[in-house]
């Protein structure tokens, strides 16, 4: 079955480390983005690439690194730069026809202490 | 620039009884519209869309949203309300005629059906 995997589902972390949580998708999307989730803020946009080797900063990028060396991996790197890092992070993707919804992956709880 | 608001951040109804979740947008052309459930430490799962034609749209799970382009809402209903759809809801809009794939989500609704 074609999916989104994010790894791993839970993640702890000391502060001032960096920590890189991974996507992978095999629906063959050329576009993939990352999401960040918090209580009552809904989603907020933080990277999102529309082709491999190629990136664009969302609402909230500060802090985190991302890279798109394949089409099917998007790589999430929060940095000790991010001042609240403790979050649920979402990966997802969508194809280029223009009504597609997008899909998600499960996400990855970050807890940084 | 587009924005969606859900102006419930929580709404309880009783398990049969039917159930609404209220969305406006604002695009500045013809906006995509869709709708999201999300369970607990769960990604988003599509539930329907509008994009184009009857404004009545029907989805999975036995929902189905109204779209009003004069209220500029896209309200998502059920007629009768499972305690197996609690969940959190969210309202997304895109707008094609900005060239982009990009989403803008809602902060999401809490639904509680209360057996």
């Known amino acids: 079955d074609g999916g989104i995997t994010q790894s791993p589902k839970y993640l702890f972390r000391k502060e001032g480390q960096n920590v890189t949580l991974s996507c992978e998708q095999n629906l063959n999307h050329d576009a993939m983005y990352w999401y960040r989730q918090d209580p009552g803020q809904g989603l907020r946009l933080i990277y999102y690439?529309?082709?491999?080797?190629?990136?664009q900063k969302g609402d909230i990028a500060e802090g985190y690194s991302v890279s798109r060396e394949k089409k099917e991996s998007f790589p999430l790197t929060v940095t000790s730069a991010q001042k609240n890092p403790t979050a649920f992070y979402l990966c997802?993707?969508?194809?280029?026809?223009?009504?597609?919804?997008?899909?998600f992956g499960n996400g990855t709880r970050l807890t940084v202490t | 620039a587009q924005s969606v608001a859900q102006p419930e951040d929580q709404v309880n109804v009783a398990e049969g009884n039917p159930l609404t979740v209220k969305c406006t947008y604002s695009v500045s052309g013809n906006p995509y519209l869709f709708w999201y459930v999300q369970y607990p430490n769960r990604g988003l799962q599509f539930l329907l869309k509008?994009?184009?034609?009857?404004?009545l749209v029907k989805g999975s799970y036995g929902f189905e949203a109204e779209f009003n382009k004069s209220q500029t809402s896209f309200h998502l209903k059920k007629p009768s309300a499972l305690v197996s759809d609690s969940a959190l809801y969210f309202c997304?809009?895109?707008?094609?005629?900005?060239?982009?794939?990009?989403?803008?989500f809602g902060k999401g609704t809490k639904l509680s059906v209360i057996p």
């Open positions: 997802a993707s969508i194809s280029r026809e223009r009504n597609s919804p997008l899909h």
């Open positions: 690439s529309q082709i491999v080797n190629d990136f």
């Open positions: 997304a809009v895109r707008d094609p005629g900005a060239g982009s794939y990009q989403l803008t």
């Open positions: 509008y994009i184009t034609g009857d404004n």
